[in-house]
T-cell receptor
Framework: QKEVEQDPGPLSVPEGAIVSLNCTYSNSAFQYFMWYRQYSRKGPELLMYTYSSGNKEDGRFTAQVDKSSKYISLFIRDSQPSDSATYLCAMSEGAGGTSYGKLTFGQGTILTVHP | NAGVTQTPKFQVLKTGQSMTLQCAQDMNHEYMSWYRQDPGMGLRLIHYSVGAGITDQGEVPNGYNVSRSTTEDFPLRLLSAAPSQTSVYFC???????????FGQGTRLTVV
């Protein structure tokens, strides 16, 4: 079983829809949770960053972390065609962990928002 | 600032050939890493470095070597290329662990 599982999709939604992207993980030592967005033939770029549990909102994007369930989500409101990309969740352990600082990525979800 | 620069952008190798993928960053970041990205596999860590002179293995290190003689540069060497190393390679840097990682544009490598 992979440490981080992410539904690869692909996911296709109409413009304006609410998108939900999810990852589950098995390593209880993960403390830092990130979402990266990757456009075709480009490098990933950080979209959202969360430490420990809770919610974080940035414009149309909301990241949620539920450490008790080992589950993280990214919500995109009012999705736009420009949101079409691959979304990758990533996680890392805190100080003292055996893999401190190493990012573990999910498989990525391909999202297409059509006009 | 250029950020993280990777060269070359594309490369075709024959089985058994060796080559070095270059990575340079101009942000004075201590932490640098190399990933490979394959369809359905996400990004997998090959090697990483927490500073000049310090490197360690990631999840998939076999067949790759790294060194870090300066803060700016972190080259990845393929000693004897194999078709299984056909992939897209990304270099990333961050000021310290568990902070935002800045990625290069990637190197698309095909081994025939």
């Amino acid at each position: 079983q992979k440490e981080v599982e992410q539904d690869p999709g692909p996911l296709s939604v109409p413009e304006g829809a609410i998108v939900s992207l999810n990852c589950t993980y098995s390593n209880s030592a993960f403390q830092y949770f990130m979402w990266y967005r990757q456009y075709s033939r480009k490098g990933p770029e950080l979209l959202m960053y969360t430490y420990s549990s809770g919610n974080k909102e940035d414009g149309r994007f909301t990241a949620q972390v539920d450490k008790s369930s080992k589950y993280i989500s990214l919500f995109i409101r009012d999705s736009q065609p420009s949101d079409s990309a691959t979304y990758l969740c990533a996680m890392s352990e805190g100080a003292g962990g055996t893999s401190y600082g190493k990012l573990t990525f999910g498989q990525g979800t391909i999202l297409t928002v059509h006009p | 600032n250029a950020g993280v620069t990777q060269t070359p952008k594309f490369q075709v190798l024959k089985t058994g050939q060796s080559m070095t993928l270059q990575c340079a960053q101009d942000m004075n970041h201590e932490y640098m890493s190399w990933y490979r990205q394959d369809p359905g596999m996400g990004l997998r860590l090959i090697h990483y470095s927490v500073g000049a002179g310090i490197t360690d293995q990631g999840e998939v290190p076999n067949g790759y070597n790294v060194s870090r003689s300066t803060t700016e540069d972190f080259p990845l060497r393929l000693l004897s290329a194999a078709p299984s190393q056909t992939s897209v390679y990304f270099c990333a840097s961050s000021p310290r662990p568990n902070t935002e990682a800045f990625f290069g544009q990637g190197t698309r490598l095909t081994v025939v």
